[in-house]
């Protein structure tokens, strides 16, 4: 089952700035997840569909099942325990 993770955010947040970072090397680190970064201010639509409503907010998906939400910046440690949760090893 493929394991995505959907970081929203924007790109005057200074948080979510942050957390790209943490997101890049969560990549190096599980590089078969699949990364979706999405503008709130470019894509409202999916936005709301998401019930997003603080930035940054990372949405971890296992197939299209959605397994964990984190609302605010986060740790490295904080994504690696979301992705076990998708059964990710």
């Not at 993770?5 to 979510?16: E, N, P």
């Not at 201010?41 to 971890?60: G, Q």
């Amino acid at each position: 089952m493929s394991i995505t993770l959907a970081k929203f955010g924007a790109h005057w947040c200074q948080a979510c700035l942050v957390m790209d970072s943490i997101i890049d090397e969560f990549k190096e680190n599980y590089p078969d997840v699949h990364i979706v970064r999405v503008d709130v201010d470019e894509s409202p639509e999916i936005t709301a569909k998401r019930r997003v409503t603080k930035i940054p907010t990372v949405i971890f998906f296992a197939g299209y099942k959605t397994v964990d939400r984190i609302n605010s910046s986060c740790s490295l440690e904080r994504l690696e325990e979301a992705y076990e949760k998708c059964g990710g090893e």
